[in-house]
């Protein structure tokens, strides 16, 4: 929790609470429904939640912006960053039903008012967002085509409407078979820590 308060000295006293909240909701969910590594449950703020904040480095989303989670697991990235923007509205899908029921869990036990987790697949929904966030779900051009015809364009945020996703090592050729143009962000850039050497944020606009 420490590293999360350092990195993001300017949260309010609320989003302090909600933050330190997360460590025993996640311990107690995980104990019945595993949606976090055990192995490295210990790391849960640094490998989970700032990994899931990194995506705040590279694009602040504007008060009112639509945010989709795709393939949410636990709820990263979109619990720690509807945590961190209250103004913006998240929604999380996946397609497990026990990891929403620990998500919309967690979402309650925190108090996050702004995140509704869904039990279905991106190719369910009707509506459109301005943002896809996601980690390492699948292959990006797979992701793209099950998510590209939900983003609509405009700009919500410091970045034009887009996807911004975590993922690590070399994404070149992974990159290079999709239709989008993409950029790639270090996460390194951001935070000092080890774990973050070879991940990335990538981010391609509608």
Known sequence: MDSVFRYFPDLTPRQREQFAALGPLYAEWNARINVVSRKDFDQLYLRHVLHSLAIARVCAFAAGARVLDVG???????VPLAILFPEARFTAVDSIGK????????????????????????EQLAERFDYVVSRAVTDMATFTGWVWPLVER????????GILYLKGGDLTDELARTRQTWR?????????????ETKKVVYTSR
Request: with cysteine.
């Open 72 to 78: 949410c697991g636990g709820g990263f990235p979109s």
């Open 99 to 122: 990891k929403i029921t620990v998500v919309r869990a967690v979402a309650e036990g925190a108090g996050i008012a702004n995140l509704d987790a869904r039990n279905c697949r991106a």
């Open 154 to 161: 405009g700009r919500r945020g410091t970045l034009s409407n």
């Open 184 to 196: 790639e962000y270090p996460i390194s850039a951001f935070f000092d820590e080890e774990f973050f």
